[in-house]
């Protein structure tokens, strides 16, 4: 089974920055598409920045110029650069990939949730 491993949240004040990680342990063949989730208080879970092996990179609106999405191969891990933090970027961090397992199935996992908490 693949586990996605997430660090880095926190408090933090507005204007400050954060980096989120996500990283992939067990046995697995590739991971395919990357992407970060989040969920505010009362509002529904949205995509904030996403790597896509056939699509390229997307970014919410509401985080353009902000974030930025990267991984490491060689470490098997996901980023978030979190620069220039609003209040309104408070939430749950979900990492999420579609990870190529053994046998070539695809299946996607997600990340416990890291909180990030932005203050004013």
């Known amino acids: 089974q693949v586990q996605l491993v997430e660090s880095g949240g926190g408090l933090v004040q507005a204007g400050g920055s954060l980096r989120l990680s996500c990283a992939a342990s067990?046995?697995?063949?590739?991971?395919?598409?990357v992407a970060w989730y989040r969920q505010a208080p009362g509002k529904q879970r949205e995509l904030v920045a996403e790597i896509s092996s056939g699509s390229g990179t997307y970014y919410a609106d509401s985080v353009k110029a902000r974030f930025t999405i990267s991984k490491d191969n060689a470490k098997n891990t996901i980023y978030l650069q979190m620069n220039s933090l609003k209040p309104e970027d408070t939430g749950v961090y979900y990492c999420?990939?579609?990870?190529?397992?053994?046998?070539?199935?695809?299946?996607?996992?997600w990340g416990q949730g890291t909180q990030v908490t932005v203050s004013s």
């Open positions: 999420n990939s579609r990870i190529t397992l053994p046998n070539l199935v695809r299946r996607q996992f």
């Open positions: 067990g046995s697995f063949f590739r991971i395919n598409d």
